[in-house]
Nanobody, 125 residues
Framework: QVQLVESGGGLVQAGDSLRLSCAASGRTFSTGPMGWFRQAPGKEREFVAAISQNSGITNHADSVNGRFTISRDNVKNTVYLQMNNLKPEDTAVYYC??????????????????WGQGTQVTVSS
């Protein structure tokens, strides 16, 4: 089993920045790609960003491309989401996820095996 714990969420104003962190513990050697998803009230969970095990490949949703950056530190077993120029529409609960699909960088929630409990990000206008 792999446990994921997110941190770094909060209430900010439009244009501000936040960095989310996700610390992995347990059988971390069994995880490959990691990703961030978000879910706003009344909406489905949506893909935000994903990164391969060796950080060589990253994918970002069009809605955050150029503003958000995913990265990871495998020594610390931590994945990050740097969020710049935040907008009110970025308000959501952000979830970290880990996948065992070592051969790809998944963008679908169904391809992730482990999930964190989520951290709230609220952006005021």
């Amino acid at each position: 089993q792999v446990q994921l714990v997110e941190s770094g969420g909060g209430l900010v104003q439009a244009g501000d920045s936040l960095r989310l962190s996700c610390a992995a513990s347990g059988r971390t050697f069994s995880t490959g790609p990691m990703g961030w998803f978000r879910q706003a009230p009344g909406k489905e969970r949506e893909f935000v960003a994903a990164i391969s095990q060796n950080s060589g490949i990253t994918n970002h949703a069009d809605s955050v491309n150029g503003r958000f950056t995913i990265s990871r530190d495998n020594v610390k077993n931590t994945v990050y989401l740097q969020m710049n120029n935040l907008k009110p529409e970025d308000t959501a609960v952000y979830y970290c996820a880990a996948s065992r699909m070592f051969w790809k960088v998944p963008m679908s929630s169904g391809e992730y095996d482990y999930w964190g409990q989520g951290t709230q990000v609220t952006v005021s206008s």
